[in-house]
């Protein structure tokens, strides 16, 4: 089974930029689309981002003008792009399969915290 590594967060100031990365152990040409996801304190896990293998891309209303989403599958890696970030972006990370594909092992995720 493929796992999924993230990694790319940290601490960041509001209205600034963090590129996360998500690293497969295997291939990735074979899932139909990979999301990022994200879970606050609290909260459930939900989706923020997703790419099809044509490149397709669709994103939660709240960070569609922020985030940009991109995979490589030669590299096995899906990146999200984060553009100026809210306190309200702050929680933990993950990526996996997308909606219209079956998920993997969730990893230990990736934290962000925006904050001032």
């Known amino acids: 089974q493929v796992q999924l590594v993230e990694s790319g967060g940290g601490l960041v100031e509001p209205g600034g930029s963090l590129t996360l990365s998500c690293v497969a152990s295997?291939?990735?040409?074979?899932?139909?689309?990979i999301g990022w996801y994200r879970q606050a304190p609290g909260k459930a896990r939900e989706l923020v981002a997703s790419v099809a293998n044509g490149g397709t891309t669709d994103y939660k209303d709240s960070v569609r003008a922020r985030y940009s989403i991109s995979r490589d599958n030669a590299k096995r890696m899906v990146n999200l792009q984060m553009n100026w970030v809210k306190p309200e972006d702050s929680a933990v990370y993950y990526c996996n399969a997308g909606p219209s594909s079956p998920k993997y092992s969730w990893g230990q995720g990736t934290q962000v915290t925006v904050s001032s």
């Open positions: 295997g291939s990735i040409s074979r899932i139909f689309d």
